[in-house]
């Protein structure tokens, strides 16, 4: 089947600091992953995609490369912000399975100053 | 480009109440999913529309259903409300279908049940 595992959370870190959520994936066939992130009160958005193996997705300083050997797809940011602090979810979207996500359980950071 | 709305924001119903969310998807998104969002259960796919016909299911009770019109617009329907259906429901619109599309996600409509 299809999952996503998600490194728990919450995650705290000084301003600057360098970030990484690990993720993990099982799926059927060739899924495409992605990072989203979550503000408080708000829906989700999307950060960052990648669509096949060593395709490496960026935005806004995050990043994620998809390790299809590993079956990885860890988000990393050299220099947090507090603007950062949100909840962020890896998910994945699996062939044959129409646009049904699959969703970690999701990450909450928060940067202080 | 407007995003995707959702309608209303917050419910309050009590057990056994029915509800009935809106979802407006992005202008010319044909796909409309639904996901139920708790603290305990995380993100879960409820079902999926595309060209008013459902697409894909997930592991959700008859009471849950939903529908799409002519103008892509999809409702979601809980009827005998349960306490342990209080939770955020989003919906995300898309512009086609399949593993690279990306969905563009609402504000979500948070129901409470008391």
Not at chain 1, 38 to 52: D, F, H, I, M, R
Not at chain 1, 83 to 95: K, R
Request: hydrophobic share 30%; with cysteine; net charge neutral.
């Amino acid at each position: 089947g299809n999952s996503v595992t998600q490194m728990e959370g919450p995650v705290t870190l000084s301003e600057e600091a360098f970030l990484t959520i690990n993720c993990t994936y099982t799926a059927t066939g060739y899924p495409s992953l992605f990072w989203y992130v979550q503000y408080p009160g708000e829906g989700l958005q999307l950060l960052l995609k990648a669509t096949k193996a060593d395709d490496k997705g960026s935005n806004k300083g995050f990043e994620a490369t998809y390790r299809k050997e590993t079956t990885s797809f860890h988000l990393e940011k050299g220099s947090v912000q507090v603007s950062d602090s949100a909840v962020y979810f890896c998910a994945l979207s699996a062939p044959n399975t129409g646009n049904q996500f699959y969703f970690g359980t999701g990450t909450s950071l928060t940067v202080i100053p | 480009k407007a995003g995707v709305t959702q309608t209303p924001r917050y419910l309050i119903k009590t057990r056994g109440q029915q509800v009935t969310l809106s979802c407006s998807p992005i202008s010319g998104h044909r796909s409309v999913s639904w996901y139920q969002q708790t603290p305990g259960q995380g993100l879960q796919f409820l079902f999926e529309y595309f060209s008013e016909t459902q697409r894909n299911k997930g592991n959700f009770p008859g009471r849950f259903s939903g529908r799409q019109f002519s103008n892509s617009r999809s409702e979601m329907n809980v009827s005998t409300l349960e306490l342990g259906d209080s939770a955020l429901y989003l919906c995300a619109s898309s512009s086609e279908t399949g593993p690279q599309n990306i969905q563009y996600f609402g504000a979500g409509t948070r129901l409470s049940v008391l």
